[in-house]
C-alpha cells in the first residue's frame, strides 16, 4: 500500500471512530449542522496535506476538532451574513486561543446532546432516527437507506429538510430534562440499537463486526440508564446489545467466513457479558413495563441460554414474538417470527406466512435468506436456489455473500 494509501486508510478510520464526537463538539460550538459537517470535511482535506507533509498528530481527533474551527471561522468570515456572525467568529477565536495553549486538549462528548437534539418531537419519527445515524452514528445516506429500504436520493432529502427545520426551529442543543423524555425516548433507543446494528453488520468492504460502533452503542446505552436509572426499556435496550456482542467472537471463522447462530462454537462466547445482559433484563422484567427492547432482549436471552442450538426453545420465543408483533408491528418482526413459527415445526404455515411478506420486504436479503431456508428444508430446490439468487444479489457483505453461495451449491 501506498504512503498516500496508507494515510487516507487512517484518516477513515479516525472518522469511523471519532466522526460522532467531533461532530456533536462542532455542532454545539457552531450551533449548525451544515456548518459543522462542512468544517469537518475541510479539516479532512486539510489532514490529508499536512499530515503527508508532518505525520499524524499525538491526538488526531484534538487536532481535526481545531482545524475544522478555523475552518469554520473562515466559512464565517466570507459568507454574506458576516455581520451578523461576527459574535460568534469571535466566540470561536477565543476558544481556538484556549485550546492553542494546550497540548493536546480533550474533546468534550456532546453526543448524548446530540442524539436529544436529533430526536425532538419536531420531527418526524423516522427522520429523528435517520439523523442522529447520520451525525452520531457517522452512516452514509446509503447506508442508512437501506436500514430503511428507501433509495438513497429520498433519504438524502429527508435529511436536508430536517437539518434546515432544526436551525429554523432554532431547536435547543441540550438533553432535556427527565420530564420531557416521553416524546423522545423511543426514537433515541431505537437510534442507539440502529447504531449498534450498523457496527454487528459487516459492510462493503469493511470489518466484519465494526467494534467501535457496537461499543459507542453500548456506551450511550449505559450512559442512558445513569440518567434514568428506573427505566425498563433503556435496560432492555442494554441487555439485548449486550447479549449479541456476547457472541461477536464466534460470528466469523478464521477465513472471515460466517457462521450462523447454530454453528457457532458457544465456548467463545463472552459469558459475563452475557451474563450482565441477562442480569439488567432480569431487573427490566421485574419492573413489569414490557416494551420492544425488553421482548427482544428476552428472545437473545433464551438463545443464550440454551447450551445446544437443539435446546433452543423455539416455542417460547415464538410466543415473545407474537407478543413483539402485537406491541410493535412491523414487516421484519413478522418475518422473524415466521421463521421461529418454522422452527416449531409449522414449516408448511410458516412458508405461506412468508410467501405474505414478499411484497414488503422485496429488497430485504435476510428475507431472501429466509426464504431459501424454507425452501430448502420443504425439498423445494429450485424455490431455494431461485431465493439465495436474491440473497447474494442484495448482500452487502462478502462473508454473507460466501456463505449462501456455499449454501445454495449444496442444494
Not at 437507506?145 to 436536508?160: H, I, K, N, P, V
Not at 418482526?333 to 414488503?360: F, H, I, K
Request: aromatic share 4%; glycine share 4%; net charge negative.
Amino acid at each position: 500500500m501506498s504512503d498516500a494509501a496508507d494515510l487516507s486508510s487512517q484518516i477513515a478510520r479516525i472518522m469511523r471512530e471519532d466522526r460522532g464526537r467531533l461532530l456533536a463538539a462542532l455542532i454545539r460550538a457552531l450551533g449548525s449542522f451544515d456548518l459543522a459537517e462542512d468544517a469537518l470535511q475541510d479539516a479532512m482535506e486539510r489532514a490529508l496535506v499536512h499530515w503527508a507533509r508532518n505525520g499524524l498528530p499525538a491526538k488526531p481527533d484534538a487536532w481535526l476538532l481545531q482545524v475544522a474551527r478555523r475552518a469554520a471561522i473562515d466559512r464565517l468570515r466570507k459568507s454574506k451574513r458576516h455581520a451578523e456572525a461576527t459574535p460568534d467568529v469571535l466566540r470561536l477565536m477565543e476558544e481556538d486561543e484556549a485550546d492553542r495553549a494546550m497540548d493536546a486538549p480533550e474533546i468534550p462528548d456532546e453526543r448524548l446532546r446530540l442524539i436529544f437534539t436529533c430526536c425532538h418531537p419536531a420531527l418526524e419519527e423516522k427522520t429523528r432516527v435517520a439523523l442522529t445515524l447520520r451525525t452520531v452514528g457517522g452512516l452514509t445516506t446509503r447506508e442508512i437507506a437501506r436500514a430503511f429500504l428507501d433509495t438513497e436520493a429520498t433519504m438524502g432529502q429527508r435529511l436536508s429538510r430536517a437539518k434546515a427545520k432544526i436551525g429554523a426551529a432554532a431547536i435547543p442543543f441540550v438533553v432535556p430534562e427527565r420530564s420531557d423524555w416521553d416524546g423522545r425516548l423511543n426514537s433515541v433507543l431505537s437510534v442507539i440499537y440502529l447504531i449498534f446494528n450498523e457496527g454487528w453488520t459487516a459492510g462493503p468492504s469493511e470489518a466484519q463486526i465494526r467494534t467501535s460502533l457496537c461499543n459507542e452503542a453500548i456506551w450511550l446505552a449505559r450512559l442512558m440508564t445513569s440518567l434514568a436509572p428506573d427505566e425498563p426499556e433503556i435496560e432492555g435496550l442494554l441487555a439485548l446489545m449486550l447479549l449479541a456482542h456476547a457472541r461477536h467472537a464466534a460470528r466469523f471463522g478464521p477465513d472471515n467466513a460466517l457462521i450462523p447462530l447454530d454453528a457457532q462454537d458457544r465456548a467463545l462466547w463472552d459469558r459475563s457479558m452475557a451474563d450482565e445482559g441477562l442480569a439488567l433484563l432480569d431487573i427490566a422484567v421485574a419492573r413489569r413495563l414490557p416494551g420492544p427492547f425488553q421482548l427482544q432482549a428476552a428472545i437473545s436471552a433464551l438463545h443464550v441460554q440454551a447450551e445446544t442450538p437443539d435446546d433452543t426453545d423455539w416455542p417460547q420465543i415464538l410466543l415473545l414474538y407474537d407478543r413483539l408483533l402485537a406491541l410493535a408491528p412491523s414487516p421484519i418482526v413478522a418475518l422473524n417470527r415466521t421463521v421461529a413459527l418454522a422452527e416449531t415445526g409449522a414449516l408448511a404455515r410458516a412458508r405461506r406466512d412468508m410467501a405474505e411478506l414478499g411484497a414488503s420486504l422485496a429488497n430485504y436479503q435476510p428475507y431472501h435468506a429466509a426464504v431459501a431456508e424454507l425452501a430448502r428444508r420443504a425439498g423445494d430446490k429450485d424455490g431455494a436456489r431461485a431465493a439465495y439468487s436474491e440473497a447474494i444479489r442484495l448482500s452487502q457483505s462478502e462473508s454473507e455473500r460466501g456463505w449462501l453461495q456455499a449454501q445454495s451449491e449444496c442444494l
